[in-house]
């Protein structure tokens, strides 16, 4: 399974972005979809995530300001940003567990992430 990210970019504070992930290759089914950043010298964080039924913003810096959506028919997921700060300049990062068949066990996939910056 590959993933494609794209939408990042330089953006200037309180501007927005829209992220995309779409999987491609072998998926017989999607479970979840997530999206994670990483600030230079800081950890990978959950921002969002998408199960087969329901999505969910996670990190508190960004609720109110960030949205996760998937398209289950495109095998895509989606990161709205609104309201941008510059402590959101981060690598984004999706990850998505899959499956090939529906008698093997998912697996784990990352995008290679898309640089977001946002200029003050």
């Known amino acids: 399974v590959q993933l494609v990210e794209s939408g990042g970019g330089l953006v200037q504070a309180g501007g927005s972005l829209r992220l995309s992930c779409v999987a491609s290759?072998?998926?017989?089914?999607?479970?979840?979809m997530e999206w994670y950043r990483q600030a230079p010298g800081k950890q990978r964080e959950l921002v969002a995530h998408?199960?087969?039924?329901?999505?969910?913003t996670y990190a508190d810096s960004v609720k109110g300001r960030f949205s996760i959506s998937r398209d289950n028919a495109k095998n895509t997921v989606y990161l709205q940003m609104n309201s941008l700060k510059p402590e959101d300049t981060a690598g984004y990062y999706c990850?998505?567990?899959?499956?090939?068949?529906?008698?093997?066990?998912?697996?784990?996939?990352w995008g290679q992430g898309t640089l977001v910056t946002v200029s003050s």
């Open positions: 990850r998505v567990e899959s499956r090939a068949h529906s008698y093997t066990t998912y697996s784990t996939y």
């Open positions: 290759g072998t998926i017989y089914s999607i479970n979840s």
């Open positions: 998408c199960s087969s039924g329901s999505c969910e």
